[in-house]
Structures are given as structure tokens and as C-alpha cells.
């Protein structure tokens, strides 16, 4: 059996856990503290400070490892650690929530760099705020055509599932290059 790393990563409150919770096949591994910072816990009680993991059996031969970093700046070492010999990396990025766009783009920049992998980017619509469209992420994030931008529900198995056989096509167009 062949056991493949894919990163999930994103700023602070995108819903990378939630997003593995949802479509792991075994109890997910988190490693979440109290938020400490007063601007993050308006926003939510916990936050991932080293990685959150599932696993998503895909056949008797493939196994999908997935790590989740952790959103902060201040923890992006972790982020170099967990995305060593990863096979794609999908940077989750809340819709409605424009403030992370900044941030998601040095995220972006970051993986380009660290890693050759295939990225993809989902705009995780999970809440009611307004959501920006993938076509004006793209042009505000200046994404090249080379990184999809797709839409997804961190809480909607389906949804998840989809985003990960967009980041596999990838994978294995990149692969047969």
C-alpha cells in the first residue's frame, strides 16, 4: 500500500480542521490550543498550533495522508515541516472574509516556494457573510492559470471529496508531464 502527504493549509479561522474532520476515515488527529491573542478569540475558542491529520483510504493501493498547518504566521515553520515531500497542497481560504486575502497570498507565495508540488485553491463558502467569487480571488490574489481556484464546503463531505480529486487531476497531469 502506498501512503501519499497532502497539506491543507490557509490563514487562521478558514476551516482547515474542519475541513479534515469532514472527510477523514479515522478519528482526526488535532492539536488545537486556546487561542491567546484577543483578535483571534473573537473569532474562535481554539486554534491548530502544529497540525491537525486524517487519512482517506482511496483504493487497496492508495492512501491519502492529509496534514493540516496551522493558520498563524507565527507557526510557519511548521508549515516548511509539514510540507516536506508533500504531494499537493490546497490552501483554504474562508469566502467571506476578505481580511485573510493578504495573508492567504503570502501563504500562497510561501508553498510556491517550499514546495513543486500541484497547489489548489478553495474558497471555503461555510458561513453567511457575503463570499467573494473564485474569478475575483484570482485577480485580486494574482493566482496563475497553472493554480485553480474552486469553490467548497468544509463541512459537506461531497464538497471536501471534490476539491481533493481537482488537487489528484493535478497531481496527476503533473506527473505524466
Known amino acids: 500500500m ?7 493549509t490557509g490563514p487562521f479561522a478558514a476551516g482547515k480542521t474542519t475541513f479534515i474532520k469532514t472527510i477523514t476515515e479515522i478519528s482526526p488527529i488535532v492539536t488545537e490550543a486556546p487561542t491567546t491573542r484577543d483578535e483571534e478569540a473573537q473569532v474562535k475558542d481554539s486554534t491548530t498550533v502544529a ?14 495522508h492529509i496534514f493540516g498547518t496551522p493558520g498563524q504566521f507565527r507557526f510557519n515553520y511548521m508549515w516548511s515541516i509539514l510540507s516536506k515531500d508533500a504531494l499537493g497542497v490546497i490552501l483554504l481560504i474562508d469566502s467571506g472574509d476578505r481580511s485573510m486575502i493578504e495573508e492567504a497570498k503570502d501563504m500562497l507565495n510561501f508553498f510556491r516556494v517550499k514546495t513543486d508540488a500541484p497547489i489548489v485553491v478553495a474558497l471555503n463558502h461555510f458561513n453567511e457573510k ?10 485580486i490574489m494574482n493566482i496563475p492559470d497553472s493554480i485553480p481556484v474552486v469553490g467548497c464546503d468544509a463541512t ?22
Do not use: Q
Request: aromatic content about 6%; glycine content about 2%; cysteine-free.
Open 130 to 139: 457575503e463570499h467573494i467569487s473564485e474569478d475575483e480571488l484570482k485577480s
Open 2 to 8: 502506498r501512503h501519499y502527504k497532502i497539506v491543507v
Open 156 to 177: 459537506n463531505k461531497e464538497s471536501v471529496k471534490n476539491v481533493l480529486l481537482k488537487l489528484l487531476e493535478l497531481i496527476l497531469e503533473n506527473d505524466v508531464s
Open 51 to 64: 497540525m491537525d491529520f486524517g487519512r482517506i483510504t482511496v483504493d487497496d493501493d492508495y492512501v491519502l
